[in-house]
């Protein structure tokens, strides 16, 4: 199965609220070791290597952007 | 300051024949450069051994010594005094601050005649291995106080300059095997290129004697309220001598770290004020991943550290450089007598780069989990070693060295391919696994039948003939049932044999490849190719 990159989150307001709220109050230290965590549970739970490195590419790509 | 071993000087004799040419020299006698030379010396070549020093290995240095490497030293007799000076162990343990997120055991099944791995001081393996040589009478010649200091390629030969304590002189040799080190000053003198990565971080290495309650296990702290931010690896050595690594960074000073002033509070603050102990040895280290592009040189040869380097976290130095003895001394014996073309030592070079890139790729990233980089590497690595404890899917990415095993070479132009299907861990190109057999009445192992020559292995093998003869070269025939007894069974399942089923089994108890029924002319193919005779 590819990587989904077309919409797929029921409610993305909400979602992304709640991505925005697990960072408030947090130090940067704090903060990056939320977001590390958050990435390997769905990593884990995605599993499919392909999957993973389609994401990781894309992923990579923002910070080459302008 | 050490209480345990006495360090003794080594004879400096001189070297009384200098005129006839060598088949073989052997610069460096570290474990590398010893296996080296008891290899080719059971196999009957006469090899001259050059080091420029006279004591063995200064510090405990390379600690633990691998499943896979015992059984070459078991193959080169001198693997018991190990086993029984060595402190068997094969349970690993991982914590974070104080608690254990992570534990793994590296031998789980039964049915081995070594344990999974034994840490011994390599001055005691050295000495081991020294003793050994000196048991093989005038084929294995030792010098100490010789070094090889050129090397100049005469075609069919080599003229090495040596130099001993009574002066230069010349030496000819067909074949010079560099085992002198990661620093090596052959390497050096032939100006051929050593790549890789250097890591920024140093440790500090403290062995300490005491009365201490740790099980025999490796223990490995991340964040340690003991050494805080920093990782701390323990390792239990012969003698109540206990191995000590602290991570220091890569801002520590090398010279100042290693005082005492500065490494009993380190231990003070871990065993606590109460433990009594006593330095033996202390060291600080950095370290780095690299390689040569190819490990044969013409009529020069590399073999271990010279060849490859790896950082420690593994044990994959003395490990990878026994290992890399094992797969060239069987080779260089075919050629030296004749019955094989110098193209199979092209083959040491296919075969052990393999190795050498599968050392260096689990090393560099054991490094990069101990030593992140940069802040986001840091909030994974936290974020592995906080989720281990209640999630179990963060455990196997928790890196804290991944221990030596056997790289098998699947791609190898020796291998014969399959043409059925097997089941199992076995194939062309993995090294052989051991298992209980019953033969002449008394219990063994079926690594102690796989010595020496090529073996066809087979189950059963009422057809099988007597042992083979190809174009010189010798195949003994192993019956499985008849010649040895299978007594629990592990033989038929670990190479999942059926009745005829056939190994073609290398001298270095590898598998050059397999069949469901013995079949000569098939063997004597596969062993052609297996000396690269085709």
Not at chain 2, 124 to 141: P, S, T, V
Not at chain 2, 172 to 184: F, K, T, V, Y
Request: include cysteine.
């Amino acid at each position: 199965m590819p990587l989904n990159t077309q919409p797929n989150i029921e409610n993305p307001d909400a979602f992304y609220q709640r991505l925005v709220e697990l960072h408030q109050d947090r130090s940067e230290e704090q903060s990056r070791l939320i977001n590390a965590s958050l990435v390997l549970l769905l990593a884990n739970h995605v599993g499919d290597a392909s999957v993973l490195e389609e994401a990781m590419r894309i992923a990579a790509q923002t910070a080459d952007q302008p | 300051m050490m209480k345990t071993y006495t360090y003794q000087t080594l004879p400096a004799e001189p070297l009384a024949d200098r005129k006839s040419r060598r088949p073989v020299v052997v610069a460096g006698a570290g474990p590398v450069g010893l296996t080296m030379a008891l290899d080719l010396a059971v196999r009957g070549i006469p090899v001259l051994v050059l080091d420029d020093n006279n004591t063995v290995s200064v510090g405990s240095r390379g600690l633990c010594y691998a499943k896979r490497p015992l059984e070459i030293f078991d193959r080169l007799g001198c693997a018991a005094p190990m086993l029984e000076k060595g402190v068997s162990w094969k349970i690993g343990k991982i914590f974070r601050d104080t608690e254990l997120v992570y534990q793994f055991d590296l031998l789980p099944e039964p049915g081995h005649q070594m344990p999974a791995f034994i840490n011994l001081q390599q001055y005691h393996l050295e000495d081991m291995l020294i003793a050994r040589a000196r048991e093989l009478g005038e084929g294995l010649q030792l010098h100490w106080k010789h070094k090889v200091v050129s090397v100049q390629d005469a075609g069919d030969h080599l003229r090495l300059g040596v130099e001993a304590p009574d002066g230069l002189f010349t030496l000819e040799a067909e074949w010079l095997i560099a085992c002198d080190g990661a620093g090596s000053p052959i390497r050096e003198m032939l100006g051929v290129p050593f790549t890789g990565r250097a890591f920024q971080d140093r440790f500090l290495i403290a062995d300490v004697l005491m009365k201490a309650p740790f099980p025999a296990e490796r223990w490995f702290w991340f964040d340690p309220p003991f050494h805080r931010n920093q990782s701390v690896l323990l390792h239990r050595e012969a003698d109540d001598v206990w191995r000590i690594d602290f991570q220091l960074g890569w801002d520590a000073d090398p010279v100042e770290e290693r005082k005492p002033e500065r490494v009993l509070p380190r231990l003070r603050s871990m065993l606590g004020e109460d433990t009594a102990f006593e330095l033996e040895w202390v060291s600080v280290y950095q370290f780095a991943c690299r390689r040569l592009d190819r490990f044969r040189h013409g009529r020069v040869i590399f073999a271990g550290d010279s060849a490859h380097q790896v950082s420690p976290f593994g044990a994959r130095g003395a490990n990878t450089g026994v290992q890399d003895a094992d797969n060239l001394a069987w080779k260089l014996a075919l050629v030296l007598g004749g019955k094989a073309p110098e193209a199979l030592l092209d083959s040491y070079d296919a075969e052990r780069l393999v190795a050498a890139d599968d050392n260096i790729g689990h090393s560099s990233r054991a490094t990069d989990f101990i030593t992140p980089k940069n802040a986001a590497s840091r909030a994974f690595r936290d974020a592995v070693l906080r989720l281990a404890r209640d999630h179990a899917f963060a455990r196997p990415l928790i890196n804290s060295g991944r221990l030596s095993t056997p790289t098998p070479y699947p791609g190898s132009p020796l291998n014969t391919p399959d043409t059925e299907p097997f089941a199992g861990r076995m194939r062309p190109g993995t090294n052989c696994s051991d298992a209980p057999v019953r033969a002449g009445g008394e219990d063994g192992w079926l690594l102690h039948q796989l010595q020496g020559d090529f073996v066809a292995m087979v189950l059963g093998g009422e057809n099988a003939s007597e042992d083979l003869d190809v174009d010189g070269v010798r195949c003994r025939v192993l019956r499985i049932g008849a010649d040895v007894e299978d007594s629990e069974g592990l033989i038929a399942a670990r190479y999942d044999l059926r009745p005829g089923t056939t190994y073609l089994i290398r001298p270095d108890q590898h598998v050059a490849a397999r069949w469901r029924a013995f079949d000569t002319r098939a063997i004597a193919a596969a062993l052609r190719r297996a000396t690269a005779r085709d």
